[in-house]
């Protein structure tokens, strides 16, 4: 099956491919019929070629002249064309690409043995880091659709008695699949980045051919018998097809990492919380803690400090001093955990996987960047430096001392509003404690929570609550459904 509608010239139902000379060049162009048309329509597709939509009661030679005469406006476009920066193909962290029907967020982290890319549920590791992720990725596709492709079209071919001989999974340039007389199915890889009802319209498409070779009305009738919704699936491939091949998503000026998706909120700025968001840094305070308390002879416990998560230090520490009954000098007790603490951070301190890249998307989507933790700025400034995000690299940074009561208030974050010169609704949080959400709240701000360090149910006074923050889509952040 070719791209769009087909028809074989006048009254049948496959395109009629030809070329086109235009400026000493040979355009690809497709003739393809359109029920609805009311008059003849050339369109310039981003590969090149050529498409004129014929009106139901047009004609392959009236189509033909048609397009001759508008040649001059090709050449004018092409020249046009010739003139842009190249569209740049490459993907990167942070980018969208299309599986299984659904934009998915690229994402990259360095790990001992090289470079891990995750997507999804696909995880795909490289020995070393690349500039442009695409090729790897679609050879990653490519074996993921020789594995499932094939079953899937035996498994809809018997429902039907159907005879396949073979399924081959190619890189098909100008088709999403084909069918011979003898009983092979060609398909293209790609319709693994297709929604699956669309890969199985795509599939029930060849299939039929084995009942039918033509695009007959009796042909659609077959089709439409087993798979009622086919029209839906065609429209989404003439919307979404090209784009699977073309350049990356994030180009002709759209948002880099959500293109086509609006931003009702108004959202102008993300607001990360440090620790549990950005960094995993909950059992290196807790570990630091427990030795400090140790160190002065008081028996703590690890889950001592559960209930003082994202309350700040003094707090933190506080609370489990007034548990076991005990009197401390709190800044001198807090002064020993940060060494404690610090001592641990080069060895132990990762960013939790997808939080870099989240943030630089966010960037790249043209949103404003802020850290706003309950923690002192010594411990804020060492997290950050040590995943790679120093504080010069956020448009704000806001630590314990900006703030006169910490989290469940709501200061920490409208002061980071303040900061940033917006108001509070334009800002949405992404927060891993209880107190943390309901700060944001408080603070009249969107919130989407990561359960990171306390279970989906207690954290449901968010507006979106998600696994881990490298689930977190630009989607849940502006606010679009």
Known sequence: MNRGDQFEGAGRTAPVREHLSVASRALPIEYIPHPRARRYVLRLRADGSVR???????????????????????ERQLRRWAGRPEA???????QLIFFRGERVLLRAETGPTGLIVRWADQELRLPAPVED?????????????????????????????????????????????????????????????????VCDYVIWHELMHLREMNHSRRFWRLVAAVCPDFEAARRWLRRHGEGLR??????????PTLPGVQNPTGIRAVIFDMDGVLTDSEPLINAAAVAMFHERGIPVAPEDFVPFIGTGENRYIGGVAEKYGVSLDLEAAKRRTYEIYLELVPQRLRAFPGAVELVRACRAAGRRVAVASSADRVKIEANLRQIGLPPE????????????????????????ARKLGLPPAACVVIEDAVNGVQAAKAAGMRCVAVAHSFPPERLA???????????????DLWGAE
């Open 52 to 74: 004129v939509s014929v009106p139901r009661r047009g004609s392959l030679q009236a189509a033909r002249a048609f397009a001759a005469e508008h040649t001059g406006w090709l």
């Open 246 to 255: 073309g350049p990356s998503l994030d180009t002709a000026g759209r948002d």
């Open 393 to 416: 690299t956020w448009d704000t940074v806001v630590s314990a001392e900006d703030a006169a009561h910490k989290k469940p208030a709501p200061d920490l974050f409208l002061a980071a």
């Open 461 to 475: 006074a968010a507006d979106r609550v998600r696994p881990r923050i490298a689930e977190v889509m630009p989607a």
């Open 133 to 197: 992720l695409r090729p790897a990725v679609e050879r990653h596709l490519q074996a993921l659709a020789a594995r499932e492709l094939p079953a899937r079209v035996f498994a809809l071919a018997v429902t039907q008695n159907l005879p396949v001989r073979r399924v081959q999974v190619r890189d098909q340039h100008t088709r999403w699949g084909s069918c011979s007389r003898r009983g092979t199915v060609s398909l293209n890889w790609r319709l693994v980045q297709m929604p699956p009802a």
């Open 88 to 94: 740049d193909r490459r993907w990167r962290a942070g």
